[in-house]
């Protein structure tokens, strides 16, 4: 009853200069991500409300050997996030635990294994590849949808990083991500702004 989100976010997308402008000009639309790890199931993927960590990103991703970005860009999005599955909501944290208990029983009968939730490499300290939680979040679609109900956005918290400082409860790259999955929910587009210093 609750997931509807009333109000708009700006989210960040951390993308290759040339596609940005092919967006801009309306000659493409963003693409959604379809990896069997990604941390919130299929989507296009925003930071919300931060941009710093958009440009972070697009740099990080630049500098990895197969990497579609070559000049590091970000865009801007006005969001509305619609009918939400906003794992920041207590209702929706219970069905996601439904969904992974209902995926574990239906792969447990096939003699199939779980997915894991796994680092990169061995040095990897954060389960960056998510193979378990997309897992979940795909199944928990696939259980809306035979309810006749659909999500538009998925929305989460994530505790990345190092330790800002010793026994700190925050992380030096804690952020919100959004996967959009319904492109109609991005309202429009913009070129970031910074501040002008006075």
């Not at 970005?69 to 006005?78: H, R, T």
């Not at 894991?116 to 949808?145: P, Y």
């Amino acid at each position: 009853m609750y997931s509807a989100k009333p109000s708009f976010i700006y989210g960040f997308h951390g993308i290759d200069e040339d596609a940005a402008y092919q967006i801009l000009n309306n000659n493409c639309d963003f693409k959604q991500s379809d990896n069997h790890f990604d941390w919130l199931g299929k989507g296009t993927y925003f930071w919300e409300n931060n941009l710093s960590r958009a440009k972070k990103y697009a740099l990080e991703d630049s500098q990895r050997k197969d990497s579609k970005i070559k000049k590091p860009f970000v865009l801007g999005a006005a969001i509305d996030l619609g009918h939400c599955l906003d794992l920041l909501q207590q209702d929706n944290l219970d069905f996601l635990q439904c969904a992974y208990q209902d995926l574990k029983k239906t792969l447990e009968a096939k003699n199939k294994l779980m997915p894991a939730n796994t680092g990169f490499t061995a040095r990897d300290f954060d389960f960056k590849k998510r193979k378990l939680d997309c897992a979940v979040i795909r199944w928990a679609h696939r259980l809306a949808a035979r309810n006749g109900k659909t999500f538009d956005t998925v929305r989460a918290a994530f505790w990345e990083g190092e330790a800002l400082y010793p026994n700190a409860g925050f992380k030096s790259q804690n952020h919100i991500q959004i996967a959009v999955l319904n492109p109609d929910c991005i309202k429009g587009i913009f070129l970031p702004r910074t501040k002008k210093e006075k």
